[in-house]
């Protein structure tokens, strides 16, 4: 059976970690189905690592509607998330418009940025049959408006108002929560407050699942890598079994360790 998010909500409840990684093309989807990732992302990291862009901001819808039909080719078992790019959500009209586009061409959900401001058009989403997971925390297509990539909830008012938002979110119909570059005990906070899955980057290892961009994992960047990227092909043959070493580590929760966390 597919991975779907009635196989993650179980998974929330059974305390199981599961697996994302982001994917832009058929032959990694089908090397992560093989190594059995739970979860692909379709990022807008694409052009950052795929575009050479140093943002997000360029990448357009047509962008996203490319890369996640590759990747719907070469998936048979994973669940399949989308981000929409900068732009596409900004009234909910265009948001259920873009993220049709996006399950047409197989997406299951899609992920935006923003919290609760984002109720409305999730619940609109959702009675229409598309999930959406909301993305909080560090969101890079307001990485102009933090002025860096920085980490996100510190202090006690910040991290308050995420557990809020996550619980506003949920309530208006949210599937998923992804949490990036929070402490890690707000991360373990926000988990803890809803009931539906929440995924971590440099969040630790107490969310319901974890996210990597694939380049990172696999040792691919320029310069000095986030505090939350460990290098999975270290020890490994291949790529399908660096992929394998990851979903291990996530499920055992040796991989995020404390040191690739915030305080
Ligand atoms: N290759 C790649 N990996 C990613 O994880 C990623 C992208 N690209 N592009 C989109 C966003 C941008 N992301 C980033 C980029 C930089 C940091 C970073 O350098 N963070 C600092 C924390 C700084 C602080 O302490 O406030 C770190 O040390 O990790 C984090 C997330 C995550 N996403
Ligand atoms: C880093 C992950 C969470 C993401 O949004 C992306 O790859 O675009
Ligand atoms: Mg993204």
Known sequence: MPVSLTTLRAMKQRGEKFAMITCYDTIFAQTMNAAGVECLLVGDS??????GHDSTLPVTMQDMIY??????????????LADMPFM????????????AALMRVGAHAVKLEGGAWLADTVSQMA???IPCCVHMGLTPQSVHVFGGYKVQGKTPDAAAKLIEDAKIVEQAGAALILLECVPTAV????????SIPVIGIGAGKDCDGQVLVVHDMLGLHQGKPARFVKNFLVGQTSIQDAFVAYVQAVKTQSYPAPEHGFN
Not at 68 to 79: E, H, I, K, P
Not at 89 to 96: E, M
Not at 187 to 194: E, G, P
Request: overall charge neutral; some cysteine; aromatic content about 4%.
């Open 127 to 129: 009675r229409c049959g």
């Open 88 to 99: 596409s959500y900004g009234t909910p009209n265009d948001a259920l418009e873009n993220a």
């Open 46 to 51: 694409l052009g950052m690592v795929l575009q």
């Open 67 to 80: 890369h996640t039909q590759c990747v719907a080719r070469g998936n048979s078992n994973a669940f399949l």
């Open 187 to 194: 991360a373990a906070q926000v988990t803890a407050s809803v």
